[in-house]
């Protein structure tokens, strides 16, 4: 249940679209970059996720404070149908309220009343569970030029008309689905494009975060986290730059990990994405790279050109990491003065 308080039909294939029966919608969910960038003059506005994209998450409203905060009262409630996890950050668009229930479920409801205007149902695999190693949740979804955009637990990145909840397009972001592949993180959009990773590290997955055209659902480019076989050719450069940091072993056979399950931040000042990424599959470093090696780029921070997803920078977190410490923790964005100058910050605290 989610509550408010007052002062007193899917292809299988990786890569095919499958085509729905609606367009975007011309006058609801009308977000484009520069009104994200634009936020602090919307304050009543959740326009993305983290509300800016700084993703600080703080609202500028004055209203609930520290002496009418004992005024409060319940406005509305909305049952979400579930026992299970919820986890969303909703997005709220002129007055709409967007966000996602578990199982996916995405639901658009009156930010005043609580009544709900549409639901939409990806209608996952009940037995998609098995491949969920910490519930069915999802943590939101992305809204832009008129449509709503949703992550299934089954992999499938999902376009909606945000004014009616018409399916638009759906594509499988999955590169193998005989693997154990979920998605419960919210997509990032920016300059038309949708950034998506996935989860899996405990079940022997290779991560990877795809970007696709926000309007067609074509993929853009694909960046994997961990290198695959050595002895093929490698996907992008930064592969060849990664292998030499795994020694030994087949990690390639047990997926690797890497999965970039839920920080991606864009930076418009820098035009820059930035992903957290995750833990090795196996945890252990002594049985996937029993040489040892830092195991690039696994609970890495790596900073990318969201036009062609190339690599700009990476950070360790914790080289060669055998305990789970991962670097997917939400990442903030700052401008800050440090020894008397001003930097550009990210901020995140990982295991």
């Not at 037995?127 to 709503?148: F, H, L, M, Q």
């Not at 390639?252 to 931040?265: A, F, L, Q, R, Y």
Request: aromatic share 10%.
């Amino acid at each position: 249940m989610i509550a408010a308080t007052v002062s007193q039909n899917s292809d299988s294939s990786s890569g095919n679209i499958s085509a729905g029966n609606a367009s975007a919608s011309a006058t609801i969910g009308k977000i484009d970059t520069d009104r994200i960038v634009n936020a602090e003059s919307e304050p009543g506005n959740w326009l993305a996720y983290g509300r800016t994209y700084a993703e600080q998450r703080h609202s500028p409203l004055t209203q609930v404070n520290k002496k009418t905060v004992k005024d409060l009262e319940l406005a509305f409630s909305v049952d979400m149908y579930t026992t299970r996890g919820l986890e969303a950050s909703p997005i709220v668009v002129d007055g709409i309220m967007y966000m996602t229930g578990s199982w996916s479920v995405v639901y658009a409801v009156d930010a005043t009343t609580g009544e709900e205007i549409w639901s939409y149902d990806p209608e996952v695999p009940g037995d998609w569970a098995r491949k969920a190693c910490c519930d069915v949740v999802n943590r939101g979804v992305a809204v832009y030029d008129g449509a709503v955009y949703v992550a299934s637990l089954d992999g499938y990145l999902i376009s909606l008309n945000a004014e009616t909840g018409e399916e638009i397009w759906r594509i499988n972001t999955i590169i193998d689905r005989t693997k154990a592949y979920t998605i419960t993180g919210a997509p990032r959009i920016a300059n038309g494009r949708v950034f998506i990773g996935n989860g899996g590290g405990e079940y022997g997955v290779r991560g990877y975060v795809t970007a696709y055209d926000a309007k067609t659902g074509e993929q853009d480019w694909r960046f994997f986290t961990v290198p695959g076989d050595p002895n093929k050719p490698f996907e992008h450069p930064e592969m060849a730059e990664a292998a030499p940091t795994w020694k030994g072993g087949e990690w390639w056979k047990i997926g690797g990990g890497g999965t970039v399950w839920n920080s991606i931040v864009y930076d418009p000042d820098t035009d820059t994405v930035y992903l957290g990424v995750g833990n090795g599959s196996p945890w252990t470093r002594s049985i996937r790279s029993p040489g040892g090696g830092d195991n690039l780029f696994l609970s890495s921070i790596v900073a990318l050109d969201p036009n062609t997803g190339r690599k700009k920078w990476h950070y360790q977190t914790t080289p060669g990491d055998t305990w789970d410490y991962t670097a997917v923790q939400d990442m903030m964005l700052a401008d800050l003065e440090i020894d008397g100058q001003m930097r550009k910050v990210i901020m995140q605290a990982p295991k």
